[in-house]
Nanobody, 115 residues
Framework: QVQLVESGGGLVQAGGSLRLSCAAT????????RAWYRQAPGKQRELVAS???????NYADAVKGRFTISRDDAKNTQYLQMNYLTPEDTAVYYC?????????WGQGTQVTVSS
């Protein structure tokens, strides 16, 4: 079964940058979209960014202009470049791949932004 393996989280100071990666362990077919979600303590999981099959992107208002979602199909990998991080971005970040059959989830990676 395909798994999504995340990396790139960690501790960063406010104003800094991180790049999250999400690599699939094997090929995924019939992808409709790729996405990143996050869940802060005591809050619901929220959509951060999505990338449709046609290349169109969508971002949460809180991250527009600071975060960029991208993919490398040859590597079965998606990325989330996060710039100008603030303490409000502290959360566990999850990647997701939506296919016509199901949604695959990564294990989550912690991002902590210190003030």
């Amino acid at each position: 079964q395909v798994q999504l393996v995340e990396s790139g989280g960690g501790l960063v100071q406010a104003g800094g940058s991180l790049r999250l990666s999400c690599a699939a362990t094997s090929s995924i077919f019939n992808i409709r979209a790729r996405a990143w979600y996050r869940q802060a303590p005591g809050k619901q999981r929220e959509l951060v960014a999505s990338l449709s099959r046609d290349g169109s992107t969508n971002y949460a208002d809180a991250v527009k202009g600071r975060f960029t979602i991208s993919r490398d199909d040859a590597k079965n990998t998606q990325y989330l470049q996060m710039n100008y991080l603030t303490p409000e971005d502290t959360a566990v970040y999850y990647c997701a791949v939506l296919t016509i059959q199901t949604t695959l989830w990564g294990q989550g990676t912690q991002v902590t932004v210190s003030s």
